[in-house]
């Protein structure tokens, strides 16, 4: 990344040695762009996040009138998440899907976010989202280095699947089950009865293979679009977690943006998590007839079972503030 000075105007201007693009993304719109973000994901192309960053791209364009651009980078391109938001802290000017297991390495209570069973469905975790103690979160998140973005992007409910039936937490006892590499999620499935087993999601496929895991959790068009369901044929509809992810950004970066691209960034990328719910809506039903077909067995259990086995999770975290788990209910309820 470089400073360079325009009509008295700073902006960023990034250099690209190769690109690594999609073609609706290599157009003549682009070609006098001043202000370049990339955006690093580990989702494949043709999943739902990333069609809904390719939206977000057109219409981040659009709103700025040619001068902002987003560069979309599928498939862990650019490394693993902590990787990224390492960089984008130092000032890379990068963009990248977190959410509360990730931050609490910098804001404790926002842990709390991925805990399982916090609300009954993704709702819960706008209401959450929208709230003023989400918003201090934020403020506090910022003052670390990373600045939201945009919030209300449903990455979807987290199953599991695996290469054995489950029906109960019994079940899980034993069973090596892939996690992102966060404290959260780890304690979360442990907490499940699982053998928590962290991996980066480009990993995950061949593990599955090699059968040095027995499942993986994500939501269902993630599953599916990792292929992972070819190699674990039963889908375990836990739902344990509403996963509503979170776009973040380096907070120097954003500073630097103008006002008005700032304000076509945060509101394209609003557009851009409603694109994203929708389609997730959608595409989980059309999924689970996919992996029918497919030979995947759908399993339907006692969620009441899990969320209890689950309860010991959030006293597991003496950095929380006091009476944390309550106060998120206290919102989701009023």
């Known amino acids: 990344m470089k400073l360079s000075t325009l009509n008295g105007k700073t902006f960023l201007s990034l250099t690209l040695s190769t690109m690594l693009l999609m073609g609706s993304m290599t157009g003549a719109a682009f070609a006098d762009a001043k202000y370049k973000l990339k955006v690093a994901y580990e989702n494949n192309p043709g999943e739902p996040f ?56 910098y804001v404790p209570d926002y842990g709390i976010m ?19 103690w989400y918003g201090s979160l934020e403020q506090q998140l910022d003052k670390k280095g990373l600045h939201v973005v945009s919030k209300d992007w449903l990455y979807g409910s987290r199953h599991i699947l695996a290469n054995k039936m489950i029906q109960t937490p019994d079940d899980l006892k034993g069973l090596k089950i892939r996690v992102p590499n966060n404290k959260i999620q780890i304690k979360g499935l442990e907490a499940m009865g699982a053998t928590p087993t962290p991996l980066p999601l480009a990993e995950v496929y061949t593990a599955l293979n090699l059968k040095i895991i027995d499942g993986a959790e994500n939501p269902i068009p993630v599953l599916y679009g990792q292929k992972h369901h070819e190699a674990a044929k039963f889908l375990i509809l836990t739902g344990h977690v509403e996963n509503v992810t979170n776009l973040v950004m380096g907070s120097k970066t954003y500073a630097k943006l103008p006002e008005n691209i700032q304000q076509a960034l945060v509101e394209s990328g609003n557009e851009a998590g409603q694109f994203l719910t929708d389609l997730v809506l959608q595409q989980e039903k059309e999924i689970i007839e996919k992996m029918k077909s497919e030979g995947v067995t759908i399993v339907e259990v006692d969620r009441a079972l899990f969320k209890e086995k689950s309860k010991p999770f959030y006293n597991e975290f003496p950095e929380w503030s006091a009476n944390l788990y309550q106060q998120t209910q206290d919102i989701i309820n009023n």
């Open 114 to 132: 991925f805990g399982p069973y916090l609300g009954l469905s993704y709702k819960d975790i706008f209401k959450l989202n929208a709230s003023p």
């Open 50 to 105: 990333d069609l809904a960053i390719h939206e977000w791209a057109k219409k981040f364009n659009e709103k700025t009138n040619g001068e902002g651009e987003l560069i979309p980078y599928p498939s862990s391109q650019l490394g693993s998440k902590k990787d990224v938001i390492e960089q984008m802290k130092l000032g890379s000017p990068l963009i990248t899907l977190a959410d509360g297991a990730f931050f609490s390495d």
